[in-house]
């Protein structure tokens, strides 16, 4: 343990955001971080619990607990206190291969499972593991690290999101020959198209996915299985496949009337757009979808819609509203309906409701929102948006209930839309090819833990087993599914979970 007292001798701190009005201006990421002796104290507040709860990564009412990849996150804080950097970046290496991406955009279950947020505030686990990262890489110790020999065994990882690359990482330390197919035109999946860069820049992405070139690992990019590669070809040149390609089929709003407008789009449309021009042209050529000088309404209350309205600040948009069917979040968590240590359902500003709020003086949230229709002009362009407010309750069967509240409608100006409803789960083309069996929701199925599909040396993890979810889920399943493909390929297998 750091100090038994540190908990009640500190406080919690975070390092402070760049103004929200002047990182609006730029693209650049808007974290600060914290000099060693500040991280040395916030260390210093983990209580090294007889039964942590920070690392057990378990699923609690439909919400994770703890950190999925079980981080030694007590042992780290410990080395941190003492000043043992190095140390510190060897345990947080042994559990996580990506701590720079979870260290920038997982929301952190760990800290909401954390025992001194019981009675007070957690510890600053977030803060402390890029940290950890961030001055490995500035002391050199995260290195290329070669197999000792290779078994002669090739697999192929179909997508090049945090699940791909975890699996494809994992299994080159095995020995075996990875190569990587992405059908965009540069690595990283949502990584690199769907989390804007100033959440994660890009450069970061480069850095490890270049060290894992140096590792021997292949990766063929504008290459799309099932188009330039059919499915069965894949099957008939590799050992195994890992079926990695997220769940990029968008919800659709088709049962709303006048979703067939122009400036309605889906979400991530309208975030990859930008972040292509981003990276190849700095903006400069204007070939993305822009919120300038529109009223730009987001429909969906998670993180891809908050990214949509960080995008719109940046466009320069004229106004920003984001919608949600949910209600309100409390102010402190509900002891009984969201006891510790589930992941605590509380109202709080994430990083562009703070720039909007700077910006035009208020929260750009409206909550309990039921889009009822678009209105076109007479050009079919959105020019408008009709609301209802409602009571949202689940019924006996499970079903989401909206109930509408009378004489709560409302007109907005809407000159562009993004829908950020979620996702209905992967796409068919390799599915259909090799005649996989899906679950209900329609991701490949199979059993978590195993990652086996119905199809003889198929295997599949991250979104597209398990639908939607977090990124430190997906490299939870990319280690996972490459201890299995080891096991399956090899008889035994060394690597860990």
């Known amino acids: ?98 701590p720079e991406f979870t260290g920038r955009v997982c929301p952190a279950p760990c800290e909401g499972s954390c025992t001194v947020g019981m009675t007070g505030d957690p510890v600053t686990i977030k803060t402390i593991e890029e940290a950890i990262i961030e001055r490995a890489f500035e002391e050199g110790w995260v ?22 690359l975890a699996t494809a990482a994992q299994l080159n330390k095995a020995g075996h020959t990875v190569t990587v197919y992405e059908r965009a035109d540069r690595i990283g999946g949502l990584l690199t198209y769907g989390i804007p860069a100033m959440k994660l820049e890009k450069e970061v992405v480069q850095r490890r996915v270049d060290l ?34 997220g769940a990029t089929k968008a919800r659709p709003i088709g049962n709303v ?55 719109a600040l940046r466009h320069g948009c004229l106004s920003i509203t984001q919608f949600g069917t949910h209600a309100k979040s409390p102010l402190t968590r509900d002891p009984i309906n969201n006891p510790w240590p589930e992941y605590p359902n509380v109202y709080t500003l994430d990083y562009a409701h703070e720039e909007a709020r700077a910006l035009y003086g208020e929260d750009p949230r409206a909550f309990s929102v039921l889009t009822k229709k678009f209105v076109g002009d007479e050009n079919g362009n959105v020019k408008e948006l009709h609301t209802v407010q409602i009571h949202r309750y689940i019924d006996e069967q499970g079903r989401k209930i909206y109930e509408e509240l009378p004489g709560t409608e409302k007109v907005w100006p809407a000159d562009l839309v993004l829908v950020a409803v979620g996702f209905e789960g992967p796409e068919r083309t390799i599915i259909d090819q090799l005649g996989l069996v899906t679950d209900r929701r329609t991701n490949v199925k199979a059993r978590y833990g195993d990652y086996k599909t119905n199809v003889d040396k198929v295997f599949a993890a991250g979104d597209m087993r398990r639908g939607q979810s977090l990124i430190v889920w997906a490299i939870n399943e990319g280690r996972g599914a490459a201890h299995e493909v080891d096991k399956y390929l090899m008889g035994s297998t060394m690597l860990p979970r």
Not at 154 to 159: C, E
Not at 213 to 230: L, P, Q, R, V, Y
Request: charged share 20%; with cysteine; glycine share 12%.
């Open 1 to 98: 343990m750091s100090t038994p007292t540190g908990f009640m001798e500190y406080q919690r701190e975070l390092p402070g955001d760049r103004d929200p009005l002047e990182r609006i201006k730029d693209w650049n990421e808007f974290h600060r971080m914290f000099s060693d002796e500040q991280l040395r104290t916030q260390g210093a507040r983990c209580m090294d619990c007889g039964t942590p709860f920070c690392h057990t990564g378990i699923e609690l009412e439909g919400t994770v607990s703890g950190c999925p990849v079980n981080n030694l996150i007590p042992e780290w804080n410990n080395l941190i206190y003492r000043g043992l950097w190095r140390e510190a970046y060897e345990r947080l290496n042994m559990t996580n291969n990506f």
């Open 143 to 164: 290195i290329p690290e070669l197999p000792l020999t290779r078994t002669g065994k090739k697999v192929a990882v179909v997508g090049s999101g945090p699940a791909g």
């Open 212 to 245: 894992l070139i140096a590792e021997g690992i292949h990766f063929m990019t504008c290459t799309e299985i099932g188009k330039d590669i059919s499915s069965e070809e894949l099957l008939e040149q590799y050992d195994a496949v890992v079926l990695c390609g």
């Open 257 to 311: 009337e006048g979703h067939q407008l122009n400036g309605i789009y889906p979400a991530m449309d309208y975030l990859n757009s930008t972040i292509k021009s981003y990276l190849d042209q700095d903006l400069a050529e204007g070939t993305y979808i822009s919120g300038k000088n529109k009223h730009v309404i987001v429909i969906g209350g998670g993180d891809t819609g908050t990214d949509c309205v960080a995008t």
